[in-house]
């Protein structure tokens, strides 16, 4: 760490009751304060003290010196046929994540990054073969909604058509379960209504399984839950999401329940990519079925989408569809996810970002160091 760090507090990261915490703690300032703070920087999307006009000059002043609002840079955006965006931010030096915007004709999911790299090591994911690197900061986090305003804004005030954000999505780089300490303040600054008021059908937690995270969240926060099941027996899973080898299907199923029981919650989507060959089979889909009957569970089919060096090949139209029937049939509800942003590299599972000085690790235990050559 150089001594120019700045060390000031990034104010994008504080949900409601720490910003509150904040100001009283530093300026002796009511709760009123933190309020005014909140609707500024999310609802007005201020990224200065200085434009706060209704706070006093000698208040911002004293903002400036010990806080800030520093928002992630935007390296690079593309623009996919279907409308799709992707933003590469840099988080710092060397690193960068991936944020995703996906319009539709009622409304406009955010799809969000939540670690540099991941460490779940899912074969037929790219970001997967980037490594770990770190976690993103609850303000990292919550500042790539805060840009994909921004420049939605900008797009339509230069003629484009007005898209806003009414979803957010933690389906971008890393698993959010992971960084439990930064993704809980974000989402509670996601759901404040002074700061982006999403409801909590509309922000979707998306998680690999990990088991005893799903019960904490349970305890603190109602969210949408997404859980990546991707197989439909224990031996296929544990090849497939490494994970399940630490908390088999039973007992991500069990927790998955228990979440909607303490949450009032109405169902859990379970994501299932398909792999050409290896998961999508009809006794597949009877499995999966067995498994989720009568239960209160969605299941979202994902054709698989490819990445250089991946092995997997996605299955077949009619091998989805059919899939998708024989779930149908046997009572439960599974929809095909409509790839998007594909040809800019922006669907499910193709998000690389730039990861680097990665650590490349198997079930939490770290293996080596991967050499900068390796890196595809
Ligand atoms: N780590 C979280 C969020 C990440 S990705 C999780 O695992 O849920 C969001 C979804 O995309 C997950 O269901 C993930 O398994 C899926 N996915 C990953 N790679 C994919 C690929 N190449 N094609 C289609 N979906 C993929």
Request: charge should be positive.
């Amino acid at each position: 760490m150089s001594a120019s760090v700045d060390d000031r507090v990034n104010l994008l990261g504080l949900p409601r009751a720490e910003l509150e915490a904040f100001v009283a703690a530093r300026f002796g300032a009511k709760p009123f304060r933190a309020r005014q703070l909140l609707q500024w920087i999310h609802r007005r999307g201020a990224s200065s003290f200085q434009e706060m006009t209704d706070l006093a000059k000698g208040f911002r002043a004293e903002l400036e010196a010990v806080a800030t609002i520093a928002v992630p840079q935007i390296v690079a955006s593309q623009s996919s046929s279907d409308g799709t965006r992707k933003w590469l931010l840099r988080m710092d030096a060397s690193q960068g994540i991936e944020t995703v915007f996906i319009p539709e004709p009622d409304r406009g999911t955010l799809c969000i990054s939540s670690q540099v790299g991941c460490a779940m090591d899912c074969g037929f994911c790219a970001t997967a073969r980037q490594g770990f690197n770190r976690n993103l900061s609850a303000a990292e986090i919550v500042g790539q909604v805060w840009l994909a305003r921004r420049e939605l804004a900008a797009a339509a005030a230069a003629g484009e058509t007005p898209r806003s954000i009414t979803n957010v999505v933690f389906m971008g780089m890393g698993e959010p379960l992971a960084n439990y300490r930064n993704v809980l303040p974000a989402t509670r600054i996601l759901l404040d209504d002074l700061a982006y008021d999403l409801s909590r059908r509309r922000v979707t937690l998306s998680t690999s399984g990990l088991v005893p995270q799903i019960h904490r969240l349970a305890e603190d926060c109602n969210v949408a839950l997404a859980v990546s099941l991707h197989a439909p027996n224990d031996a296929l899973r544990d090849q497939l999401v490494p994970i399940n080898r630490k908390h088999p299907i039973a007992e991500l199923l069990a927790a998955c329940w228990h979440y909607l029981e303490r949450q009032n919650g109405r169902s859990v989507t379970f994501e299932y990519v398909m792999l050409d060959g290896v998961n999508d089979q009809p006794e597949h889909a009877r499995q999966l079925a067995r498994l989720l009957r009568g239960r209160p569970a969605k299941l979202n089919l994902i054709p698989f989408n490819p990445f250089v060096g991946t092995q997997f090949v996605r299955s077949p139209d009619a091998a989805i569809l059919a899939f998708r029937d024989i779930l149908n049939d046997m009572g439960v509800i599974a929809t095909i996810r409509r790839t998007r942003g594909g040809d800019i590299d922006a669907a499910c599972g193709q998000l690389a970002g730039r990861v680097q000085d990665r650590v490349v690790v198997r079930l939490g235990t770290k293996l080596a160091r991967a050499p900068a050559e390796a890196r595809p």
